[in-house]
Nanobody, 122 residues
Framework: QVQLVESGGGLVQAGGSLRLSCAAS????????MGWYRQAPGKQRELVAT???????NYADSVKGRFTISRDNAKRTVYLQMNSLKFEDTAVYYC????????????????WGRGTQVTVSS
């Protein structure tokens, strides 16, 4: 079945950079929107950035100008370049994708990765 695997998380000092990646694999006919969400301890999961299959992007106000989302459709991979990281960016980052597993699956459904930890020291 469909699987999303995030990578690239780690520990970084405030002001530093990280690049996350998320590769989709398994039974996939097509992928529509892809995106990144994050959840910090004691807080609700929030949207970070999304990108359509046509390349249109959307960012949370808190990350706009610092983060850049991109995708490689041939590799079925979405990326999140994070620059000028702040302590407040510390969270588990989750990959999301709207996937149609087969030609007969009907509409696309949301799939989630297990998350990758990003820790920013102040």
């Amino acid at each position: 079945q469909v699987q999303l695997v995030e990578s690239g998380g780690g520990l970084v000092q405030a002001g530093g950079s990280l690049r996350l990646s998320c590769a989709a694999s398994g039974t996939i006919y097509s992928i529509n929107d892809m995106g990144w969400y994050r959840q910090a301890p004691g807080k609700q999961r929030e949207l970070v950035a999304t990108i359509t299959n046509g390349g249109s992007t959307n960012y949370a106000d808190s990350v706009k100008g610092r983060f850049t989302i991109s995708r490689d459709n041939a590799k079925r991979t979405v990326y999140l370049q994070m620059n000028s990281l702040k302590f407040e960016d510390t969270a588990v980052y989750y990959c999301n994708a709207e996937v149609r597993p087969t030609l007969y699956s009907g509409s696309h459904s949301d799939y989630w990765g297990r998350g990758t930890q990003v820790t920013v020291s102040s």
